[in-house]
C-alpha cells in the first residue's frame, strides 16, 4: 500500500496535488492508495494555546479525501503517546506494522514525529531500515502563492475569499444551527437566521456582508415548508454597529423565506464578500445599503459577484 500523511486541513489543491501524485503512483506500482490523517490538530494536543482556526471539521475532512478517489482513508486518533514517539517509531509501529505501508509520499515541507527537527532525508534513512520507500511531493503554487492551510486561513479572515476559493478548490463552507437572535432584522424588513456554528474550533470570515449560498443539513428533517434547498443569500458577520451591539454574530438573509428554522441545521458556502460591515446614522440608511447590497447579490447570483461591487 502506498500512503501520504498529514493533517489535511480544508483538503485543498496542495493537498490534491499531493494525492493525485499518490495515486499516479498507486496505479503504476498496482498497490492501494490510502490517505492517513488525524482526529484532531497535532496542536490541540501539544500546544493548544496555538492551536489555528480549522477550515475543515472531521466529518467535512474526510468526506473531502474520499472525494479524491482514494483507496482508503484511516483517521488515527492523536493524543500524548502518539505526540511522543519519534519519527522511526511511527514509521516502523504505525504505518509499517499496523497499517502495511511500503511506500510513503511526503509533502514538500511535511514533518512528523517527536522530533521537529528531523525532515525527508531522515525519512528517507528511517524507510531503508524498516522497508519502506518514501517519495517527496511537489509543492503547489496557484498564482504567487504557495498554496497551504495557514496561506488560506490568512485569506479568509482577510475577507479574501475569491482567493481563498481557488487556493481550496471548493467554497469555504460553515454549518451551524439557527438559534434565537435579538429580531433586529425582522423590524426593518430584513428577517435572518442567527447562526452559531456546530463545531466552535472552524474559522470564522473577516467582518462583513457576504453573498452566501445557503441550504438545509438534512431534508427529511424538515417539513415541506422549512426546506432550503441550496439558494443565493446575504449573510452578515460583526457586532451590528447600527444598533450598538456589541457581540459578534452570524447572521443570514434569506430572500422570500417564510419558514420556521429555530434549531434547524443550516449549511453556508461563502461566494464573495460585499462590503465592510460599518455603522449608520439611521435604520433607513442601512435599509438602503441593504437593499443595494441584496440587489447586488440577488441578480447577479449565476456570476461573478465581485465584477458588480463598485
Known amino acids: 500500500m ?3 500523511i498529514g ?15 499518490l495515486k499516479k503512483v498507486a496505479r503504476e506500482r498496482s498497490v492501494q492508495s490510502c490517505v492517513i ?3 484532531r490538530h497535532p ?9 489555528p482556526d480549522m477550515l475543515t471539521t472531521l466529518d467535512e475532512k474526510t468526506q473531502l479525501l474520499k472525494a479524491t478517489g482514494i483507496d482508503r482513508c484511516e483517521v488515527l486518533h492523536f493524543d500524548r503517546e502518539m505526540a511522543s514517539q519519534s519519527a522511526r517509531d511511527f514509521m516502523l509501529h504505525t504505518l509499517k506494522e499496523l497499517l502495511g505501508v511500503s511506500i510513503l509520499v511526503t509533502g514538500y515541507d511535511n514533518r512528523f514525529g517527536h522530533n521537529r527537527s528531523e525532515g525527508f532525508e531522515d525519512y528517507v534513512r528511517y524507510g531503508k531500515e524498516i522497508g519502506i520507500e518514501v517519495i517527496k511531493g511537489e509543492e503547489l503554487t496557484v498564482g504567487s502563492t504557495n498554496v497551504s492551510s495557514s496561506s488560506i486561513r490568512r485569506m479568509l479572515k482577510e475577507g479574501n475569499i475569491e482567493d481563498a476559493t481557488r487556493c481550496l478548490g471548493h467554497e469555504y463552507q460553515l454549518t451551524g444551527t439557527v438559534v434565537a437572535g435579538e429580531h433586529i432584522g425582522r423590524t426593518i424588513g430584513f428577517p ?7 463545531d466552535s474550533s472552524k474559522l470564522i470570515p473577516a467582518n462583513g456582508v457576504y453573498a452566501v449560498d445557503v441550504w438545509s443539513e438534512s ?26 451591539g456589541k457581540a459578534t454574530t452570524i447572521e443570514v438573509h434569506i430572500p422570500d423565506f417564510k419558514g420556521n428554522l429555530y434549531g434547524k441545521t443550516l449549511t453556508i458556502s461563502f461566494i464573495s464578500k460585499i462590503r465592510e460591515e ?25 456570476t461573478d459577484v465581485q465584477r458588480f461591487i463598485k
Open 219 to 244: 431534508e427529511e428533517d424538515y417539513s415541506k415548508s422549512e426546506v432550503i434547498t441550496r439558494r443565493r443569500a446575504m449573510l452578515n458577520i460583526g457586532t451590528r454597529p447600527t444598533f450598538d
Open 278 to 302: 460599518r455603522r449608520f446614522d439611521s435604520p433607513e440608511a442601512l435599509v438602503e445599503q441593504l437593499n443595494k447590497d441584496l440587489d447586488i447579490i440577488i441578480k447577479h447570483r449565476g
Open 2 to 4: 502506498i500512503a501520504t
Open 37 to 39: 490523517t488525524f482526529d
Open 192 to 198: 435572518t437566521a442567527n447562526i452559531r456554528p456546530n
Open 7 to 21: 493533517f489535511f486541513d480544508g483538503v485543498h489543491l496542495g493537498h490534491c496535488h499531493l494525492i493525485n501524485m
Open 43 to 51: 496542536r490541540q494536543v501539544v500546544q493548544p494555546e496555538w492551536c
